[in-house]
């Protein structure tokens, strides 16, 4: 569309663009909700062409304009203007109460296709825009969707309830984060197990849903719920899944997290990821994975090698003590941090001394003198020199190079 050609009177005075979704304040003057929307967030008060104070009302929708503006369009469709849509009226706080209310008695009542029904419906709505999703969260879906999924989560285990779990997890996905109160719902034994039924299941979107809402759980909750979380039957085992099977960017994302603070929790925990192979998954992904995903693998692994078995299985793979050096200083702060100190606890009380010879060959010297260079604090200062002092005592094992490729070393030997 060539800027142009649209009106003076149909452009918003924000954005300068079309307006979509006009809609007029107490001040007379008409803006596109979107942009008048993120200008009152931002915690202005005043009107921005007029400067007028706003007083605490909605913009109201100025039916008359948009009307206008869809005219205008349709007339210049031939110079390539598509028409705008007719905008969704936005959901109110009072909707959102009552149709949380309904949710809420259905759940007492054990109503599933009611609750499916209605669960359905409020997804949908905060979906339709970014403000009613907004209100939806403030109105406290989260809560009353937690507590009516522990409701119903006993009888989806034994019954056909199945599918009003997964529609519910499906809308606590769509309103993260949730609220403390949701977290305690979410964490009983009955909901946990509905997680994970849904975790194993094979509906992809299920899954999906059911890891993001997992994260959520992990990453807000203190040790004790972390630690219910963590010896939930089967649950470990279907995080480790979803890692080595991924079924999209924003399960694997959320699985590692989620393994993040389970591994986090105790040495006990960490040992059963263990069990379930996660460390050759780690290494493997380390080999290629881009910054973000190699951070979380990185604390990850450094988690699991807090227990004996995780140093063991690290130091029998052919991966790791290179993987680690290869990652030091090259991806992030966050990432270094954690390949120094996954790499100390491989390196110290090795009898042998065999990972401080490899790491001696893959040039962990040279990266561990220019970090302290540079300038690195706390815990990983305290390590890199520790680590340093460990090489140097084995040097003479070893000839040191400055650098390791690791193209071909996919497999474990």
């Not at 959520?216 to 099977?245: C, F, H, M, N, Y």
Request: one cysteine or more.
């Amino acid at each position: 569309m060539a800027e142009q050609l649209i009106p003076a009177a149909f452009r918003c005075p924000v954005s300068l663009d079309l307006m979509k979704d006009p809609v007029t304040l107490h001040t007379g003057i008409t803006y596109d909700r979107r942009s008048i929307e993120a200008w009152l967030e931002l915690g202005n008060l005043t009107c921005p062409v007029t400067n007028q104070a706003l007083e605490n009302e909605d913009p109201v929708p100025n039916h008359s304009i948009r009307r206008l503006i869809q005219d205008w369009c349709v007339a210049n469709r031939s110079l390539g203007v598509e028409r705008i849509p007719t905008p969704r009226i936005p959901v109110t706080p009072t909707q959102v109460s009552d149709l949380l209310s309904e949710i809420s008695f259905a759940g007492r009542r054990g109503d599933n296709a009611r609750c499916r029904e209605l669960a359905r419906k409020i997804k949908a709505l905060g979906r339709e825009s970014e403000r009613n999703r907004r209100c939806i969260i403030s109105g406290g879906a989260g809560r009353v969707l937690s507590t009516c999924f522990r409701e119903l989560a006993a009888e989806s285990l034994e019954n056909s309830g199945a599918g009003v779990i997964d529609e519910i997890l499906s809308a606590l996905a769509a309103f993260l984060p949730l609220d403390e109160g949701s977290y305690l719902q979410l964490s009983s034994p009955k909901s946990l197990e509905s997680i994970v039924s849904v975790l194993k299941s094979a509906d992809l979107e299920g899954r999906l849903n059911a890891a993001l809402v997992l994260k959520e759980l992990a990453s807000s909750s203190p040790p004790d719920r972390i630690e219910v979380v963590a010896r939930t039957d089967g649950l470990i085992e279907a995080l480790v899944k979803l890692i080595e099977k991924p079924i999209s960017p924003r399960a694997t994302n959320a699985s590692m997290v989620t393994a993040f603070y389970l591994v986090a929790s105790s040495e006990r925990t960490a040992a059963r990821f263990v069990e379930m192979g996660i460390v050759p998954l780690l290494l493997e992904m380390l080999v290629d994975s881009e910054k973000s995903m190699s951070e979380k693998a990185l604390g990850v692994l450094d988690g699991v090698l807090s227990c004996s078995r995780g140093r063991e299985m690290a130091r029998a793979h052919s991966l790791a003590v290179p993987v680690l050096v290869k990652k030091t200083f090259r991806v992030s702060d966050m990432a270094t941090d954690f390949a120094v100190s996954a790499l100390w606890k491989l390196c110290k009380n090795d009898d042998e001394g065999e990972r401080a010879v490899e790491a001696l060959q893959a040039g962990a010297i040279q990266k561990l003198l220019l970090l302290l260079q540079v300038g690195c604090k706390g815990t990983t200062k305290d390590k890199v020199s520790d680590l340093l002092k460990l090489l140097n005592r084995n040097k003479r094992s070893s000839e040191c190079i400055e650098t390791v490729d690791l193209r071909g070393l996919k497999r474990s030997f």
